[in-house]
Every structure is written in C-alpha cells, then in structure tokens.
C-alpha cells in the first residue's frame, strides 16, 4: 500500500479527526496509487495516522475512511460501516415511519463521498468521490444488506464528481422499480418522487422537519411559498389549513409535477392553491406593487454560494429576497428563511436577514432556528458538514 506522507504541521489537522487532506499538504506519496486507491497517512515524523482514499486529480488529495492507521479497507468494511449508518437511524424518534430517509450523509457517516437516501423500497445512492467510485459494488452489497431494499439506484450525476475527474453514472445497480414516480408519504402527504431526474436524489429530505413545522404554522393563513420546486412546502401549508397557497418556481417541469403532486392528495382542497412558472426576484416586486401582502412566506432558494468565493454576490440575492418577503407580510407575519449554501454561515445568514428587515422598516423577531432533520447530522469533526440553515421570524 503507498504511503502519503504530509508537510511537516500537517498532522494537526487528522489529529482533530477532520477526514480532508488538501493537496497542499502533501509532502509526497511514497510508492504508486490510483485514482480511489487506499493509502496509509503518515505524518512528517513517520506516524501512521488513518487510512483514506487517494483523488490525485481533486484538490482534495484524499478522504479518510478510517483513523485508525491498521484498518482493513475492505468489502466487509462497507458492510460495518453501512449497516452502523442505518441503524443509527432506526431509533430516532422524529423518523419513525418515515418512508423517506437519508441514510448515509457523507463524512459525517464516516463514509466520505457517500450519500444514500431510502424512497419506500428504494434506495438511491451517490457517489461524489474517486475513494467512493472504487468501492461502488461494496456498497450497493452492503446497502442491500442494512436494509433489505428492493432496488438500489445510483444517480451518481452531481457536478461535484467533476472535481475529482469522474463523469456521470447512473443506473439501477441492484433489482429496480416500475417506471415512474415512486410515491412517498411525508407527514400525511404524498409526493411522487422522480429518482431518475429530480434535483439531488430525487426530494428535499433535508427539510422534512421544517415542511412539519410549515404545517403546524399555516393555519387559516395566506401562504406565499418562493422556490417551491414540487411543492414539498406548498402542499404541507395546505395539509395544515391554509386559507390559499401560492406557489412560485421558475422551472416548469417543477410546477408541473407540483401540480400532479397536488392531484394525488384528494385529501388536500386544491381550489386554495395557485401555482406560477415564474421568476421569484421578479415576481416578488410585482406583488409588492401591487399591494399584495400574506400572513406567511416561505423561501427556500437554491444554493446562491456553493463556497465563501461566492458569498458577496450571493448575500446580495439573499438580502433582495428576504427584504422583498418582510415587506410583503401583514402584522403578524411569519417568514420562513432558509439557505443551503455551504459559503454562508448561520453567522452571517442571521445578519444578512437582518439587514433586510432594516431595510423593510419591519420590527422582527426570531422564534426558531432551523436546520436539516437529524438524518442529515454534521460531525463536530467535519464542520462543512453543514449546509442547510434557516431562521423562522415573525414581525410586529
Ligand atoms: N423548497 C423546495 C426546494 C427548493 S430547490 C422543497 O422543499 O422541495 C430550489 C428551486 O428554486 C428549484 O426548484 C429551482 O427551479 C428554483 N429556482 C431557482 N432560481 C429561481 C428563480 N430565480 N426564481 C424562481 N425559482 C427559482
């Protein structure tokens, strides 16, 4: 097995269990490796300190499986580390039969690279890193194995894999499903799930607990819900007794499966919602002139800064959009906020809303802070684990 030795320093950081070590802190690799390889770490001194995934072409030279210098990276390895993952989650209460669950997230699973979420019978699963791809059939095996799953689906499509040099791979890697949406119930209501070509795996896991608290919210309140791609937030408002719902997303086909997601919920009084293939900066000035106001907004826009590079620009669209919101609420009103760009921090995010509703002239308060469901947990290791934020204010 080769060796990566690190500059001299460069330990600290494996020291404190953080899985990354940059290119810049390799001093060199002692024998060969390929691309996904396992490599020993070693500190400048001669210490062994992990086993991780050699990426020659990524920034990210390589991603710890293991701190443990002597561990075998192997099938069965997969299989422990699989099955942990999916246990862990079986006893959390806020998941009980939830048919919709992350199962592996990433580095804060020990899996680096590594991202599994359960639709029903289904499990879908990415793969972002070179040490990952090696090890794609290990880890089909060993999800079918935690969880007795009837199909495993790889949507290994994510531009991320570009940064290692990897293309797109997808594909049904273990049995399959009928054609079609797979339908899942969240909360009392159901959505279809595009696995093939929806956004990330197919839906927002990531907000199931927030689009819970949507619900417990809206009550006989009119509801404006910005980015509703297809209408995880809309539908949960409606569930909990909107009085009416508008939806707004700039991408058709998001709207159109919104609707359909709408139509398989008889329960649901469709004649409150109204849905727009618009473009949400646009849309939120022209309600605004024209006098339009709600009870309660929801924003959930795309990632606006994927790292800090891009967090000037994107706190300007996150101030447009939060200022524009806050003035479009009644007395009363609540905001629903969030953002999933991993170059904001919460920090930062809290000021940037802030400095919004300074600029609305509206007096507001924050009643919660939100974050992902703790399917989607952060290792205190591996603080870029965390991405997904949101505040829920109310104003005078
Ligand atoms: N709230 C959703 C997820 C939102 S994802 C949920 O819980 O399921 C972000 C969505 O924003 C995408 O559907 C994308 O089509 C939409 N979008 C991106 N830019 C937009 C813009 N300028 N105006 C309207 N929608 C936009």
Redesign the pocket.
């Known amino acids: 097995m080769a060796q990566l030795v690190l500059a001299s320093g460069k330990e600290r950081s494996l020291f404190r269990r953080h899985p990354w070590v940059f290119a810049a802190s390799v001093a060199k690799l002692d024998g060969r490796a390929r691309a996904g390889d396992t490599v020993t770490v070693q500190a400048a001194d001669g210490r062994e300190l992990a086993r991780a995934a050699w990426s020659p072409a990524s920034q990210i030279r390589a991603r710890v499986w293991s701190f443990d210098p002597a561990a075998i990276i192997d099938h069965a390895f997969f299989k422990r580390r699989i099955a942990e993952s999916v246990a862990r989650r079986a006893d959390l209460p806020e998941l009980q039969g939830q048919q919709g669950v992350r199962l592996i997230h990433a580095e804060s699973d020990g899996l680096p690279g590594v991202i599994a979420d359960r639709y029903g019978d289904t499990v879908v699963v990415q793969l972002t890193s070179a040490g990952a791809e090696k090890w794609r059939d290990a880890i089909v095996t060993g999800l079918v194995a935690a969880t007795g799953c009837a199909g495993v689906y790889e949507r290994s499509d994510s531009e991320v894999r570009g940064l290692e040099r990897l293309g797109p791979e997808t594909g049904w890697r273990h049995g399959s499903a009928p054609d079609g949406d797979i339908v899942i119930s969240e909360h009392g209501v159901n959505y279809g799930v595009d696995i093939l070509a929806g956004?990330k795996t197919g839906?927002?896991l990531d907000?199931r607990e927030n689009?819970l608290l949507t619900m417990q919210l809206a009550g006989g309140r009119s509801v404006l819900n910005?980015?509703?791609?297809?209408g995880?937030?809309s539908l949960q408002a409606l569930a909990g007794g909107a009085a009416s719902v508008l939806s707004?997303?700039?991408?058709g086909p998001?709207v159109e499966r919104a609707r359909r997601n709408l139509a398989i919920n008889p329960q649901l009084s469709a004649g409150r919602a109204e849905w727009r293939d618009?473009?949400?900066?646009e849309t939120l000035r022209s309600l605004h002139k024209a006098g339009e106001r709600f009870d309660m907004i929801?924003l959930?826009?795309?990632k606006f800064a994927p790292s800090a590079a891009h967090a000037e620009r994107a706190s300007r669209a996150y101030k447009d959009i939060n200022m524009f919101a806050f003035r479009l609420l009644n007395p009363g009103g609540m905001l629903l906020t969030y953002s999933c760009s991993g170059g904001i921090s919460p920090d930062l995010f809290q000021k940037i809303v802030a400095g919004a509703a300074l600029d609305a002239e509206v007096d507001a308060r924050i009643l919660r802070r939100l974050g992902p469901g703790a399917d989607h947990p952060v290792s205190l290791a591996f603080p870029e684990g965390e991405y997904l934020k949101g505040l829920l204010c109310q104003i005078k």
């Open positions: 956004h839906f927002y907000q689009r910005c980015f509703c791609y297809t995880g937030f707004i997303d700039s991408s998001a618009a473009d949400v900066f929801v959930d826009p795309p």
